[in-house]
């Protein structure tokens, strides 16, 4: 069965430190990779996708991921966090035929002010 | 993406108890699923539901344990019966939508405390 880990349980940051969030998965196959947001007391949401195609993808807030394959990695990063940000982020994986939709532990982000 | 709604936000129940908990979704979805999100931990998926046929359970479920309705592309239903402490956790649904890229959509969730 295919696994996903995180590198940080909790990161813990200044308000315009840079950020890297750790994602790698076992699956060996072409699989579609996400990161979700879940910000204090509401539900998930999704903060970005990769399918295919450019393996540096941007999402919502200034977030972007790059998909390594030959590493089975898909890192969060962001140049700039800002106190808003604190939440926790999970990484997940699906196979490409649709199933087996996985999520990674989560990693706590604090944003000191 | 679709608007979701989940009924209880909360509660809390005695154990033996069942509790059946609602998601609603704003437009007609053909895959639905149930998580269970445990304090502390990542989510776990309990089971996908589609419309017009058995719900698919993952392992370490079983439909004795939390059985699911889904009567219609925009309803379907957990309960989680004869509950234990050890149920308590935070219980969501998500939809994915046909053609959409199989990213899902997350309600926001129904936290069970079971005493």
């Known amino acids: 069965a295919q696994s996903v880990s995180q590198h940080n349980h909790h990161v813990i940051l200044s308000e315009a430190a840079s950020l890297e969030l750790g994602c790698n998965y076992s699956?060996?196959?072409?699989?579609?990779l996400f990161w979700y947001v879940q910000y204090p007391g509401q539900h998930l949401q999704l903060l970005l996708k990769y399918f295919s195609g450019d393996p540096l993808v941007k999402g919502i807030k200034g977030f972007e991921a790059e998909f390594i394959k030959s590493k089975f990695s898909f890192n969060l990063r962001k140049p700039s966090v800002q106190w808003s940000d604190t939440a926790e982020y999970f990484c997940a994986v699906m196979d490409n035929y649709g199933q087996n939709f996985v999520f990674g532990p989560g990693t706590r982000l604090s944003v000191l002010p | 993406s679709a608007v979701i709604s989940q009924k209880p936000s909360r509660d809390i129940c005695q154990r033996g108890t069942s509790l059946t908990i609602q998601c609603q979704v704003d437009s007609q979805v053909t895959m639905m699923f149930w998580y269970r999100q445990q304090p502390g931990q990542s989510l776990t998926l309990i089971a996908t539901?589609?419309?017009?046929?058995?719900?698919?359970?993952e392992s370490g479920f079983v439909i004795d344990k939390f059985p699911i309705s889904r009567p219609n592309l925009t309803f379907s239903t957990l309960t989680v019966s004869n509950m234990s402490p050890e149920d308590s956790s935070i219980y969501l649904c998500?939809?994915?939508?046909?053609?959409?890229?199989?990213?899902?959509?997350f309600g926001p969730g129904t936290r069970l405390t079971v005493t």
């Open positions: 998500s939809v994915e939508f046909e053609g959409g890229g199989y990213e899902q959509y």
């Open positions: 539901a589609n419309q017009g046929s058995e719900a698919t359970y």
């Open positions: 699956y060996g196959g072409t699989v579609n």
